[in-house]
């Protein structure tokens, strides 16, 4: 019979810790911060393109939005690293994943900040209109400071799921925490130990963005 200390080696789990926690983690959290912002950004861009007056920028932006929603991410970062090298617009790999990430979950936060912009009571659009507001101050000044707060949970939802995304990454080559464990677990010959600790630090990360989303839901709730 198999021993306990054949299925799970203290000293070793100790060894590769290190290893990765390091690099790793830093890969996983750089791809995880920055694809977010990416995300946040072109998402409310996405968003207020959709409700442009403009039908042709209208219809596109719908037609964008579904296409990217209706497509795996991980076809997406294939198309970004070996297709669109051959039209000249080549990047290193992390980068290539960043945007990959950031271009994927975009649409859905366009969608989260749609909803948030409809939530805004109509008077307050009538309200702007009255004063004669410019259109960009309306927007500015009223709409979005109303708007992104009510969105900022479902944001942070996101960004959960797009932290669990990243060991997609490692198919193109970017060497995160599941693949920094792959790699230590490959010169051992043993993958419990690395595996384990690569599952246990993204329950770590991931329980620790679900605290901060819930802290930004009851401070939405006072708002």
Partial sequence: MQGANDVWNWDYAWEVLPEVA????????QA?????????VLGLVLALLRRSQIRVVSV??????????????????FFMFFVLPDIGLRFDALTTGIIAIGLHYSTYTAEVYRAGIEAVPVGQWEAATALSLPRSRTWIGVILPQAIPRVLPALGNYTISM????????TIGVTDIVGTAFQEGSSAFRYVEPITIAGVLFLVMSFLASLLTRWMERRVGTI
């Fill in 163 to 170: 932290l669990k995304e990243t060991p997609l990454l490692l």
């Fill in 22 to 29: 390091g690099d790793g983690l830093l890969v996983t959290i």
């Fill in 60 to 77: 596109v932006t719908t037609g964008f939005i579904e296409l990217i929603r209706s497509t795996p991410l991980l076809v997406q970062i």
């Fill in 32 to 40: 995880t911060v920055i694809g977010s912002i990416v995300a946040y």
